[in-house]
């Protein structure tokens, strides 16, 4: 079964400077693979998804990620945070085939001024 | 842009009592799905839905949940008699057909408290 791994579950960041949230997956079969973030009140919203191609995915509000196969990663980076992305942030994974998708525990990111 | 709804967004029950939990997913979407994370925990999928009946569903969803998709557009997750632990934000989500690339569109959440 997949699973997916995000540690520290608080990520503070400085406004201006460099974000990145580490997701490891496990999956036994090649994964369908994303990000959503979650504003307070609001549902989960995709932020990009890695399905196959291009193991760089550029998502919305200047967010990429990367896929990385040898590493079963895929970390998500913004060169410079702004304060609206304080959020909550979600990997998620989903095997070929299967309906489900399974989270990581998530990031609580805060953006310092 | 057309976007899943949840109600109510808050429930508050006493341990024993039903709850019906309800979602309007995205028109034209086929797939449909529970999801819950308890305060603290990971989201976990509950159960999955399509053609009216269930496609898949995780071992937390024992004979206590139920859904259904009542209508054209309502989609609702029953507990029958709820315990404390079963206190959580529950959310809805939805796909379209077959052929897509898996990405589901969640509501809001209901957060529902069992006091």
């Known amino acids: 079964a997949q699973s997916v791994t995000q540690l520290g579950s608080h990520v503070s960041v400085s406004e201006g400077a460099l974000v990145l949230l580490r997701c490891n997956y496990s999956?036994?079969?090649?994964?369908?693979l994303f990000w959503y973030v979650q504003y307070p009140n609001q549902g989960l919203q995709l932020l990009l998804k890695y399905t196959t191609g291009a193991t760089l995915v550029k998502g919305i509000n200047g967010f990429e990620a990367e896929f990385k196969k040898s590493e079963t990663s895929f970390h998500l980076t913004k060169p410079s945070a702004h304060m609206s992305d304080a959020a909550e942030y979600f990997c998620a994974v989903s095997e070929r085939g299967n309906n489900r998708l399974a989270f990581g525990k998530g990031n609580q990111v805060v953006v310092i001024p | 842009e057309p976007e899943v709804t949840q109600t109510p967004s808050h429930q508050v029950t006493q341990m024993g009592q039903e709850v019906i939990l309800r979602c309007v997913p995205i028109?034209?979407?086929?797939?449909f799905y529970w999801y819950r994370q308890i305060l603290g925990q990971k989201v976990e999928f509950l159960v999955s839905?399509?053609?009216?009946?269930?496609?898949?569903k995780s071992e937390i969803f024992d004979d206590q949940f139920s859904v259904e998709r009542p209508d054209g557009s309502n989609f609702t997750l029953k507990i029958r008699s709820t315990k404390l632990e079963d206190s959580a934000m529950y959310f809805c989500a939805s796909r379209p057909s077959r052929g897509t690339t898996y990405e589901q569109y969640f509501g809001p959440g209901t957060r529902l408290t069992v006091t």
């Open positions: 999956s036994s079969v090649p994964p369908y």
């Open positions: 839905f399509y053609n009216n009946e269930i496609s898949e």
């Open positions: 028109s034209n979407h086929l797939y």
